[in-house]
């Protein structure tokens, strides 16, 4: 839902907000750094979120000739009414706190595993995934029977993005993705890149919005853009959002069938293999260790278990009957030792909705907590 072209960033709520679906067409080296209850299905034309609008907006749009021309030419590629798109883009406004959180940090960070895993797997977020569990357990089981994708993953990636729905993010859409678009900071090394990259977000979320016959104007979420309960942008609600309750809509902020279907959807699209663990615990022979031979293609998974192995990787168990590749996945600690894990294939399918492997973690653990509560709770 990030990426290469992702917000790794987090709101100050602490939601992780990711982009998505820049996956899809990139898959380069990964980057390591932490980038970080049961809604009603009701009327589905309802506003999408009830989190108050981001305040202190500037300029409207419509005042810039650009963002007009760009306008023009987005309804003649999508054959889109051009008032309705010129009404709709010259209404949305720059949001300076949008700029602001894009701006790259000038203060130095350190990693920590322990501190990133602390924000997602604590008492609320798993009881609140044992009542999205015990309210959905039909619909997961249909999920995990049709896409191959456990019940816990899909869980505890609902539960990382949004807290099963509870944030799903308070800056208005439209105003998000056309100030990333026309205003995204210069400071940022990959600024153009990132701005051409947040134009096809708005050109997919307008083309959205005229499909649904909804008014653009309405819908909240992140502040790169994502939105409902899996934090999806609308290039990847385009091309993975599924109509799982099968009432002819697809709703990802209220009907958790489509939601849970959805994030299926999505990780079946990147190739994840049903019944392969997502990790393996590792340990390591000091005297054969090669540390940075195992850790140059960073989380993509590489090495046979005999090649890794052969670099001082120690292996047990299932593992060591592991038939795909493997890498070596490193979770600094601040001043502390890493841990480090074996990822296999679909370790790194996690990391292609949100690109990092403290995400990929936290997901797994936060779904493997909700799971053992539900089992003590005798579910």
């Known amino acids: 839902m990030g990426t290469t072209l992702a917000v790794h960033a987090a709101e100050s709520s602490g939601q992780t907000v990711t982009v998505k679906s820049q996956a899809v067409a990139v898959k380069a080296k990964a980057d390591k750094t932490i980038k970080t209850a049961k809604?009603?299905?009701?009327?589905?034309?309802?506003?999408?979120?009830?989190?108050?609008?981001?305040?202190?907006?500037?300029?409207?749009?419509?005042?810039?000739?650009?963002?007009?021309?760009?306008?023009?030419e987005l309804a003649e590629r999508r054959n889109l009414d051009p008032q309705w798109v010129r009404r709709a883009i010259g209404q949305a406004t720059l949001v300076p706190s949008v700029v602001?959180?894009?701006?790259?940090?000038?203060?130095?960070?350190?990693?920590?595993?322990?501190?990133?895993?602390?924000?997602?797997?604590?008492?609320?977020?798993?009881?609140?995934?044992?009542?999205?569990?015990?309210?959905?357990?039909?619909?997961?089981?249909?999920?995990?029977?049709?896409y191959g994708v456990p019940r816990e993953i899909i869980v505890g990636?609902?539960?990382?993005?949004?807290?099963y729905g509870r944030n799903t993010g308070s800056?208005?859409?439209?105003?998000?993705?056309?100030?990333?678009?026309?205003?995204?900071?210069?400071t940022h090394p990959r600024a153009a890149e990132r701005a051409e990259f947040f134009k096809g977000e708005l050109e997919q979320f307008l083309s959205l919005q005229?499909?649904?016959?909804?008014?653009?104007?309405?819908?909240?979420?992140?502040y790169a853009g994502a939105m409902g309960m899996p934090?999806?942008?609308?290039?990847?609600?385009?091309r993975f959002a599924v109509d799982f309750d099968g009432d002819d809509k697809i709703d990802l902020w209220n009907s958790p069938a489509d939601v849970i279907g959805s994030v299926a959807n999505y990780f079946k699209a990147f190739d994840w293999q049903?019944?392969?663990?997502?990790?393996?615990?590792?340990?390591?022979?000091n005297a054969k260790l090669d540390l940075d031979a195992l850790m140059a293609p960073d989380i993509l998974p590489t090495f046979s278990v005999a090649s890794f192995t052969a670099k001082g990787a120690v292996l047990e168990g299932p593992a060591l009957t592991h038939k795909g590749p493997l890498a070596l996945v490193e979770l600094l600690n601040g001043p502390d030792p890493a841990s480090y894990?074996?990822?296999?294939?679909?370790?790194?399918?996690?990391?292609?909705?949100?690109?990092?492997?403290?995400?990929?973690?936290?997901?797994?653990?936060?779904?493997?907590?909700?799971?053992?509560?539900?089992k003590d709770a005798g579910r």
């Not at 990636?157 to 807290?163: K, Q, R």
């Open 210 to 222: 005229n499909r649904m016959g909804a008014d653009p104007m309405l819908p909240l979420g992140s």
């Open 157 to 163: 990636i609902i539960g990382v993005e949004s807290i």
């Open 274 to 285: 049903p019944g392969m663990p997502t990790h393996y615990p590792v340990g390591f022979d």
């Open 39 to 72: 809604r009603t299905h009701v009327n589905k034309h309802k506003r999408p979120s009830k989190a108050r609008p981001a305040t202190n907006l500037g300029p409207a749009y419509a005042t810039r000739p650009e963002v007009m021309r760009f306008a023009d």
């Open 341 to 374: 894990v074996a990822g296999t294939e679909n370790f790194y399918v996690i990391t292609r909705y949100n690109w990092s492997s403290y995400y990929a973690m936290a997901v797994i653990e936060l779904g493997d907590e909700v799971k053992r509560a539900m």
């Open 100 to 146: 602001r959180l894009m701006q790259p940090s000038t203060q130095p960070f350190i990693k920590n595993w322990a501190a990133y895993r602390g924000r997602f797997i604590d008492a609320t977020r798993i009881e609140a995934g044992v009542q999205f569990w015990k309210a959905n357990q039909a619909t997961l089981a249909r999920a995990e029977k049709d």
């Open 231 to 238: 934090q999806f942008l609308p290039s990847s609600w385009a």
């Open 171 to 186: 800056f208005r859409v439209i105003d998000a993705i056309t100030t990333l678009a026309f205003d995204f900071p210069a």
